[in-house]
């Protein structure tokens, strides 16, 4: 809809770039009720799959007030006859839209919705209540968030990691609650002399 709009109102603006990707792989098909019976062995067939990626996009769009220049990019992309995905971007205006960017610069946009897909939607839907009203303070709301992530980053490195075995513990479950019980029933005394760390945290925006 972005870019029928714009299309509407800046005529002659759009730019597309279609790429197009074929690949054979296996072509299975489920076996009869009667080819079981005869113990018939599946066909081994291929076919052929077309992948095709559509960017089109805008570039030089000034804003109502004049002062801020952006761009708009969109990805369609179609495989086996179903599409995959249609996306839209506004880009900044420092960023030059071309046939050499806008792949690279869709991908990152892709992976963004791989960062909400794996990362705020397991904090919310996955056992740490991100959607849950903690506090009505903005800044203590950052806080929470920011405790969130560390504990999902900790969680990961447990999980996928090989720091402590999982499998001992029979399963994931079964570990996050002995840990639970752990940090609830440990008594954490402070050292008589205890060392002077720094601990920084550090996100990369790139």
């Known amino acids: 809809q972005w870019i029928e709009m714009i299309k509407r109102r800046f005529p002659g603006m759009e730019k597309t770039l279609i790429d197009e990707e074929k690949k054979d792989i296996e072509a299975r098909h489920s076996r009869s009720h009667s080819d079981r019976l005869v113990r018939a062995k599946p066909k081994n067939e291929r076919r052929r799959v077309v992948k095709t990626t559509e ?9 109502w007030d004049q002062r801020r220049i952006f761009n708009v990019l969109k990805c369609k992309e179609t495989q086996d006859g179903r599409q995959n995905c249609d996306y839209t971007w506004l880009v900044s205006g420092g960023l030059n839209l071309g046939e050499s960017t806008v792949r690279p610069l869709a991908r990152a946009g892709r992976c963004r919705w791989k960062i909400e897909n794996e990362g705020n939607n397991t904090q919310k839907n996955e056992g740490y209540r991100l959607e849950h009203l903690y506090s009505r303070d903005e800044v203590s709301m950052k806080i929470w968030h920011a405790l969130i992530n560390i504990a999902h980053t900790i969680n990961q ?30 008594v954490f005394e402070k050292p008589p002399h205890p060392p002077r760390i720094q601990i920084r945290l550090c996100w990369d925006s790139s």
């Open 157 to 186: 490195l447990i999980e996928r990691g090989s720091l402590i075995a999982v499998r001992s513990f029979g399963s994931l479950r079964d570990f996050s609650q002995r840990l639970f019980e752990h940090f609830r029933y440990l």
């Open 55 to 63: 960017y089109k996009w805008i570039t030089n769009l000034r804003h």
